[in-house]
């Protein structure tokens, strides 16, 4: 019996999954700003997507990883399986045959406008004028509204955006509801702004990889758990 039991011992390990296997990798931006995103160097250590991570992972019984990638190397992660999913987007954002979860975290672009120059009353309003923008990223609502008259600005983040905004660089910037919010609260930089011109509300998604560990129906069974213990409601209020 006593000789049996290295072998038994073996067996029981090797049954055991690998190390790291039970896993759920999130890809994030590193481009993302608080109240999104916290980052020590290239690790992710805070804010809303690292809450809603680790969340998500507890629902469905594994261990949330993250996986920070600057923009244009994200696609390519996320369609090989490198990442399981991001979440805080929509299919429009996003070029890829990537399976969408149920839409479930509210985010309101708008745009602010300095108190030096007019309040805008509609996105027609600002034809023609600069406007900051992040590289890379889309504003379709924009782009129709405005056609040939959105003229873009392009930075390397929202903050570049804001801090030019701030000290007169450029009149408009784009940005959304919780950076605004969370800038605010911070005053960092101060922003003397008109009230924000709301652009569009979303109710954003994940985008899950076809080759990743989890399925778009343990996403949504996740996400469920979540909406009616209300505790994407309570990470979101974290931070306003």
Known sequence: MLRTLPILLLLWLAALPARG????????????????????????NGGIHFDIGQALARSMGRQAAFLTLP??????????????????????????????????LPTVEVLLTSVASERPRKLSDVSGQVIGTVLGYKHPELERALGA??????????????????V????????????????????????????????????????????????????DAAIGQLLRTGAIESIIAKYR
């Open 71 to 104: 923009r244009q190397r994200m696609l390519k992660a996320l369609d090989t399986g490198n990442a399981d999913l991001i979440c805080g987007y929509i299919p429009q954002w996003l070029d890829g045959r990537f399976n969408w979860s149920q839409p479930f």
């Open 149 to 166: 008259g959105f003229v873009r600005d392009d930075g390397p983040t929202t903050e570049a955006s804001l801090r030019k905004l701030s």
């Open 168 to 219: 007169g660089r450029m009149r408009h910037a784009v940005t959304s509801e919780y950076i605004y919010h969370y800038r605010l609260k911070q005053r960092d930089p101060p922003m003397a702004v008109h009230p924000p011109l709301r652009i569009k509300s979303y109710m954003t998604q994940c985008a899950v990889s076809p080759n990743g560990k989890v399925t778009v129906a343990e996403v």
């Open 21 to 44: 296997a039970s896993d759920i990798s999130f890809l994030v931006d590193t481009g993302t700003e608080m109240p999104m995103a916290r980052f020590d160097g290239w690790q992710l």
